[in-house]
């Protein structure tokens, strides 16, 4: 981490083990929470919600035990805005050296009509008596109108007015169904700062979920309006396509934060070990193409990009992938690659050849890539093995 002290710091609050585990499949048991929570602290993130403890004994001791153990890092306790969630949430945070609750409730109609099956007066009356009673036990309360993306901007607005009355202090607009515009999440959160009576005295923190691939742009939208907290996932596990990913955002901040003018308290070379690690204990597994984790992601195989990165990096890598703890095995030896990529590797394993040995080695490689797309290291010794052999 890089830090500029002209940049305002984003709060990274990582919602894996509440949200993310909630990806079709993903589920945990108690010790793989934990286990995860440990690795997250370790990578920085300023907030866990380690799940939903009115859910199951099990989430409830796992929520116990990470706010037991982590005590250097803010536990979130997560619950619906009624009484007996509030309890178990504030029960199952006890321990914890920081907390905050964070309640939600649906917002928008289509969620009133079908689901909650609530009048909009019922709602108000529940934000404002369910914070109420929250916060009569923790002080940092967080609010979020669920659905909010597709609701009223009249009616959100009195919805999180009611909530600042009764003491929330961090006001959570999520966008529930992944429907935002970068361009209209960004002005809703500026719009409720203004328009929202007591918007300024509370902070803001964005939660996008990734149906039309736009959560991190949404969440960047959401920072250049003043959002200080974003609700992140690794990997961006969730529900359908997923949250926002926590490694996209933190690297989107980071590559170009002269640019965004925020920065984050990430410890970059754990990304890569949190997000396998997420990976195998969720079974859940990483697109090749994902962006900064997956598999290609700083991966070459054209030759004209080989050789240009083999001169300089930066030619077609915008990050430095041993920063962010990924082995760096950048080029992918295949039908498109060229003799100086191959050069390069053989000499890698501390190996020279001349001109004529190269060259044959060059050819066996063409006709080993044509028959199975990519070669492998131990197969190119193998083939290296055959020309010394003059086979
Ligand atoms: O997506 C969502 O609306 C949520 C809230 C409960 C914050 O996960
Ligand atoms: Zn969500």
Do not use: W
């Not at 890092?73 to 997560?78: A, K, L, N, W």
């Not at 949430?89 to 321990?95: G, I, M, N, S």
């Not at 404002?128 to 993306?149: H, L, N, W």
């Not at 070990?273 to 969720?282: A, E, Q």
């Amino acid at each position: 981490m890089n830090t500029n002290k002209n940049n305002k710091r984003i709060r990274i609050f990582d919602t894996t083990l509440r949200d993310g585990e909630q990806a079709p499949g993903a589920s945990l048991f108690p010790e793989e929470k934990i286990r995860i929570a440990r690795q997250l602290a370790k990578m920085g993130v300023d907030t866990i919600e380690p799940g939903f403890p009115i859910s199951s004994p099990g989430d409830f001791y796992a929520v116990q035990q990470i706010s037991k153990e982590l005590q250097g890092i803010e536990i979130c306790g997560f619950a619906r805005s009624v009484k007996a969630d509030i309890d178990e949430a504030v029960r199952a945070t006890e321990a914890a050296a920081k907390r905050r609750l964070h309640l939600f409730l649906s917002s928008s109609d289509i969620h009133l009509d079908f689901q909650l099956r609530k009048s909009r007066q019922q709602v108000i009356e529940m934000a404002k008596s369910m914070v109420s009673y929250a916060k009569s036990q923790v002080d940092q309360i967080e609010f979020s109108p669920m659905d909010a993306t597709r609701t009223g901007e009249e009616f959100l607005f009195e919805v999180l007015e009611a909530a600042i009355a009764e003491g929330a202090t961090i006001l959570n607009i999520p966008d529930t169904v992944g429907y935002a515009l970068p361009e209209e999440y960004g002005r809703m959160f500026r719009r409720v700062r203004e328009g929202v009576r007591g918007g300024n005295t509370v902070e803001y923190s964005a939660h996008c979920h990734n149906d039309l691939g736009l959560a991190v742009a949404n969440s960047l939208a959401a920072i250049a309006a003043g959002v200080t907290h974003v609700e992140v996932t690794v990997n961006g596990v969730g529900e359908r396509a997923g949250n926002c990913s926590l490694e996209e955002l933190v690297m989107a901040i980071e590559t170009r934060k002269e640019t965004i003018g925020v920065e984050t308290g990430i410890v970059m070379g754990e990304i890569f070990n949190t997000s396998r690690m997420v990976s195998r204990v969720m079974h859940f597994p990483i697109a090749f193409n994902k962006p900064i984790v997956g598999r290609n992601a700083f991966q070459h195989e054209a030759g004209i990009h080989q050789d240009g990165l083999l001169k300089n990096r930066n030619t077609y890598e915008i990050m430095d992938p041993e920063k962010l703890g990924i082995p760096r095995s950048m080029i992918i030896l295949g039908k498109h690659s060229g003799r100086h990529a191959l050069k390069h590797r053989v000499n890698q394993f501390g190996l020279q050849l001349n001109n004529e040995e190269l060259e044959d080695l060059y050819n066996r490689f063409k006709v080993k890539a044509d028959e199975q797309k990519i070669v492998t290291d131990d197969q190119l010794m193998e083939l290296v093995g055959e020309a010394a052999h003059g086979q």
